[in-house]
């Protein structure tokens, strides 16, 4: 049973005044407009951190009734950065089952109504505890990730600026970006250290945001042709290879064969890039290029929006912000408007006719690999 | 953060796979087995990666040194520095210290780095082989 992206729907990401469900809400109410409001039998949510005044707020019951979505079933969906990945695949087999007809997958985060150390404890939940009981916080880890990386390519530092310099640039033609405007590798390179090598500009940013896509049985542009999702340790000291996530080569290796395909037809990619080291092994991981040769395809501008494979053309996280549990849904969303012709002055030079979404949970432990095509094989 | 006594270095070995790995609650993190057997080793590592945060967990000192280090039978250790930052393949004396891992240089200091510097990338040369 085919099923396929009906519509998206996104709200600006960044600082925002509103709360948690109205964010939920506006993003769930634009992808409901674009498919005319058509009946919705099954509301997916995903929401890591669920901030509210009161802190944890009841996500599902309050969305389904501000979006008067009382007759659908629900289900809540989580596992950290990847928790909108998960929700579009929970989703997607919801819906393979028979059962549904049409979902409303909707991730939320509001985030910057706390104060950034006590965001920096709650994304520390996903290490491994015993890792941050040594003062390990996300950027720490992929510090040290990003040092053996360079390490092992013998890369330059400078490596690592170039995915900032592109996500910038892709995010200043995204009007729900957070960040609107480019930046240089000298502005990176300047920026405040976090984790060293790691830089501010390195990062990607508290956000607020959310996200809504309506998934319906059939096909079209958007059709799901594969998913695949994988683990890998939590504790980073157990994992053999610290250059390489293995919980994406796992996931890949299972959406290609589920969608039949092979990297090379690929045609527009957006990869997680919490940190600007990591797309550079998303790309070898996804097989779309060697070990150690993703440096070269920024540097050669092979990922731009007509280049050889456009990679993050809504600006991925660093661009964009990163509501945590927003941001894997938004790249779904952002490459089913690529292949729907929908993307604006984010577009890539070329229609594609197949894209992949690739999301990461905590430090790469869960990761998700969605692959969107124009017809089911 | 309370200082704790320091003791002796101590692995796991999978009695099912003979995995050598970092004790924890967990089962063997290769098998699944939950036979697994103590031994202790020199506390001598090496360094793969380190790094200066800014930025630490709740109750860490500002700035907060974290290494990935190398020990006996290639297992590795996150451990907190004690001292300047260890560059990579620098020799480290690594010990337990309540539930906390901790490591020190060997030998003369380097000199304390400039904030948030990297530990120099080194080309590969002997590599360090930890005393068994």
């Not at chain 1, 996200?211 to 994992?239: C, H, K, N, W, Y």
């Not at chain 2, 995995?19 to 506390?43: I, K, M, N, Q």
Request: glycine letters at 10%; aromatic letters at 4%.
């Amino acid at each position: 049973m085919s099923a396929h992206v009906a519509s998206v729907g996104i709200g600006r990401f960044g600082k925002r005044s509103e709360g948690l469900v109205e964010l939920a809400a506006e993003a769930g109410a634009l992808a409901l407009e674009g498919v005319g409001r058509k009946p919705i039998d099954l509301l997916v949510v995903g929401s890591m951190l669920s901030h509210g005044a009161s802190g944890r707020e009841p996500l599902l019951p309050r969305l389904a009734s501000r979006l008067s979505l009382e007759a659908a079933s629900g289900l809540r969906a989580e596992s950290t950065s990847a928790t909108g990945a998960m929700a579009f695949h929970t989703a997607y087999d919801a819906l393979e089952t028979g059962r549904y007809e049409r979902a409303l997958v909707v991730a939320v985060e509001k985030m910057t109504d706390a104060s950034t150390p006590e965001v920096t404890a709650e994304l520390a939940s996903a290490l491994h505890p015993e890792e941050v009981r040594h003062g390990a916080t996300m950027p720490a880890l992929a510090a040290l990730v990003t040092q053996r990386y360079l390490e092992r390519h013998e890369l330059p530092l400078s490596a690592i600026d170039r995915p900032s310099v592109h996500a910038r640039a892709m995010a200043a033609r995204n009007p729900n970006a957070m960040f609107q405007t480019p930046v240089t590798d000298t502005d990176v390179a300047a920026s405040r250290m976090v984790a060293s090598p790691l830089r501010l500009l390195h990062c990607s940013a508290i956000a607020d945001g959310a996200v809504g896509v309506v998934l319906e049985r059939g096909t079209g542009p958007a059709t799901v042709l594969g998913t695949g999702q994988g683990f890998e340790s939590m504790r980073i000291v157990d994992r053999p290879d610290l250059t390489s996530f293995a919980a994406t080569r796992i996931a890949a290796q299972r959406a290609y064969e589920a969608a039949g395909i092979t990297r090379k037809e690929l045609g527009v990619v957006e990869v997680h890039d919490a940190f600007a080291p990591f797309p550079l092994i998303h790309l070898e991981d996804l097989g779309i290029c060697g070990p150690g040769e993703g440096a070269q395809w920024y540097d050669r501008g092979w990922v731009s929006l007509d280049g050889r494979l456009p990679v993050n053309p809504s600006g991925g996280l660093i661009g964009r912000g990163h509501p945590i549990a927003a941001s894997s849904l938004a790249g779904i969303a952002e490459v089913a408007a690529q292949l729907r012709g929908e993307a604006g002055r984010h577009a890539t030079a070329s229609l594609p006719k197949i894209g992949l979404a690739h999301a990461v949970g905590g430090l790469a432990s869960h990761n998700f690999v969605t692959i969107l095509g124009g017809a089911a094989p | 953060m309370t200082k704790a006594a320091a003791t002796p270095l101590v692995l796991s070995r999978c009695a099912a796979c003979h995995s050598r790995f970092l004790p924890s609650d967990a089962p063997c993190p290769r098998c699944g087995s939950v036979e697994t057997h103590p031994y202790p080793v020199p506390d001598l590592g090496r360094t793969v990666a380190a790094t200066e945060l800014s930025a630490p967990a709740p109750g860490w000192p500002v700035p907060h040194r974290l290494v990935l280090a190398e020990v006996a039978d290639g297992v590795r250790v996150l451990a907190v520095v004690d001292g300047p930052l260890p560059s990579i393949s620098d020799p480290l004396h690594v010990r337990l210290e309540g539930d906390t891992y901790r490591a020190r240089p060997v030998g003369p200091a380097p000199g304390e780095r400039g904030e948030g510097e990297s530990p120099k990338t080194r080309r590969a040369g002997p590599s360090f082989e930890p005393p068994r």
